[in-house]
């Protein structure tokens, strides 16, 4: 007579839950090899998990300024290159006034220079409606849209503030009251802009460094000698030659005057490229000291994990293989 014991009818049930046993080890092994980490920190810390929540916070922020930072760092290459760009219009304008001036050569020369001043101009209010990633760059706060009315606009209004006019002097101080008046028609009339573009954080109570709208001095400056050279080509201007000479001359002394301002605007700008650039490597810095700081805490060794999920592979093939084997067995093999 053959007697079945409690613990072989248990079997089977011992078999599967060691089976389900297996199965967990495996994907925690299989997790840990994957990440890198321990797959329950709370249970591997013993529910200590402040320094570890610290860590996650920092490294969260981190991640976020590094973004902020690579998106001022383009914002700030591209207002590099639009004052760049600036500056040599202007030049290459003084340089055809100088010419211009210096040859004497009759009325048509100084039309010449006239033209390529509203070309100039037209190109810088070009260069200054340059936009990134749909922001406009020189419209401070108002990214959506450009900072300056069209070209055409812009002549219009500097017509009718220097009609009358007959001498270089007064036009020039008509300019300058026209581009530089607090709330005259410059600020009124031609700049669209409005408030100062943000920065943005870059690390925990700091802010990005900011990029000069189209009403900053200097701009304004290169663009009152743009337009005042363009005049040289207003047919109704009924300058007599002298003074159309002298206009040619203020413009170009404008130009050259105004080329040390716009040369410390790209200086500040310079100035804040390299504090971006400098914040990024402190932030590169740091948040390799934190990972390795999160690693000591909840990481796992590579080869650790893969020898425990070899291990525990072999184990789980065994067991399939016993399972598969008892799940065969019948009398007539027992009596065997």
């Known amino acids: 007579m053959s007697w079945v014991s409690l613990g072989s009818l248990s079997l089977p049930f011992q078999m599967q839950r060691n089976g389900v046993q297996l ?5 925690q092994h299989s997790s840990e090899l994957t990440t890198g980490k321990v797959q329950a920190p709370q249970r591997h810390l013993r529910g200590d998990l402040g320094e570890l929540s610290v860590i996650e916070s920092r490294l969260t922020r981190i991640t976020t300024y590094e973004t902020v930072i690579g998106q001022n760092q383009t914002l700030q290459e591209a207002a590099q290159t639009a004052l760049q760009r600036l500056s040599s219009l202007g030049s290459l304008l003084s340089n055809q006034v100088l010419t211009a001036a210096f040859a004497d050569s009759g009325d048509q020369s100084y039309e010449s220079v006239g033209a390529s001043a509203r070309v100039a101009l037209g190109d810088m209010v070009s260069v200054l409606s340059t936009s990134v990633a749909g922001r406009a760059l020189f419209s401070g706060a108002a990214v959506d849209r450009g900072p300056l009315l069209p070209v055409e606009d812009i002549m219009a209004a ?52 900011t990029i000069p709208d189209a009403a900053d001095p200097a701009i304004r400056g290169h663009l009152m000698a743009a337009a005042m050279g363009a005049l040289l080509d207003e047919p109704d201007m009924n300058l007599s030659r002298t003074e159309i000479r002298n206009l040619a001359f203020k413009t170009m002394e404008f130009i050259e005057s105004n080329g040390v301002a716009l040369t410390a605007l790209q200086a500040q700008i310079g100035f804040g490229q390299e504090l971006l650039e400098q914040r990024a490597h402190r932030l590169s810095h740091e948040k390799d000291a934190l990972v390795r700081a999160r690693h000591n805490l909840i990481g796992t060794d590579p080869f650790e994990s893969a020898s425990l999920l070899e291990e525990t592979r072999h184990r789980l093939e065994s067991l399939y293989a016993i399972t598969s084997r008892v799940s065969r067995l019948s009398l007539l093999e027992y009596l065997r």
């Open 158 to 209: 500097v017509r009718t503030a220097v009609t009358g006019l007959t001498t270089a002097d007064d036009i020039s101080d008509a300019l300058e009251s026209f581009f530089f008046d607090p709330g005259g028609p410059f600020e009124a009339l031609i700049y669209k802009g409005t408030g100062t573009s943000p920065g943005g954080a870059i690390d925990d109570f700091e802010s990005g460094p």
């Open 23 to 27: 199965r967990l080890e495996m994907a």
